[in-house]
């Protein structure tokens, strides 16, 4: 069966860090684009951001809320993509889901929605 | 950033309706939206992508329409299966971005 499958969640304090990670089991994250989305208790879908392939010069770009405090990592060699989430807060409380999908490109642009998604890893951050 | 409005935020229906949600982006997108169906406890399902195009595995029921702005997703007949919640997603720039969401409940 094709599935992401994340861990590393649970309950850390506020100015704390935690790692999460995503490997892909019977599907492989090379040349892969993988975005982090998470969901705060009875909220909706929030994306916190993404690296692009090895192939395509691996960049990140993330949401503004968590820019400067969380850092997205691939290891191919691994099947494995990584959240390292610093200077946690609150409001970073949240179930967080690796997902995937099909890549587009249209002349230099690419687009990717997302049709593989992993069960999600709970992070509290609490006192 | 790409604003999504979704509406309404919560729908009553009953199981043969026909149902229409909404979504608004704050600028145009062209075609790149999708349509996720999730529920309790579990991870969103794409129905929809590239505004009308359904994905494998998805009912004939669920379709998707609109270009630029405005865009639908429509059941054309609820099934037991479809009480849950739905996301319109837009992948045209980053920060992508997620409608807020529309309940579909039992009436």
């Known amino acids: 069966e094709v599935q992401l499958v994340e861990s590393g969640g649970g309950l850390v304090k506020p100015g704390g860090s935690l790692r999460l990670s995503c490997t892909g089991s019977g599907y492989s994250l090379n040349n892969a684009w993988m975005s982090w989305v998470r969901q705060a208790p009875a909220k909706g879908l929030e994306w916190v951001g993404h690296?692009?392939?090895?192939?395509?010069?691996?960049?990140?770009d993330y949401a503004a809320p968590v820019k400067g405090r969380f850092t997205i990592s691939r290891d191919d060699s691994k099947n494995t993509l990584y959240l390292q989430m610093d200077s946690l807060k609150t409001e970073d409380t949240a179930v967080y889901y690796c997902t995937t999908g099909p890549k587009t490109t249209v002349v230099t642009q690419s687009y990717y929605y997302f049709d593989l998604w992993g069960r999600g890893t709970l992070v509290t951050v609490s006192s | 950033d790409i604003q999504m409005t979704q509406s309404p935020s919560t729908l009553s229906a009953s199981v043969g309706d026909r149902v229409t949600i909404t979504c608004r982006a704050s600028q145009s997108i062209s075609r790149w939206v999708a349509w996720y169906q999730q529920k309790p406890g579990k991870a969103p399902k794409v129905l929809i992508y590239k505004a009308s195009s359904l994905e494998s595995g998805v009912p004939s029921r669920f379709s998707g329409s609109g270009s630029g702005t405005e865009f639908t997703l429509t059941i054309t007949s609820l099934q037991p299966d479809d009480f849950a919640t739905y996301y319109c997603?837009?992948?045209?720039?980053?920060?992508?971005?997620f409608g807020g969401g529309t309940k579909v409940e039992i009436k």
């Open positions: 690296i692009k392939s090895n192939t395509d010069g691996g960049p990140t």
């Open positions: 997603q837009q992948y045209k720039s980053y920060p992508l971005t």
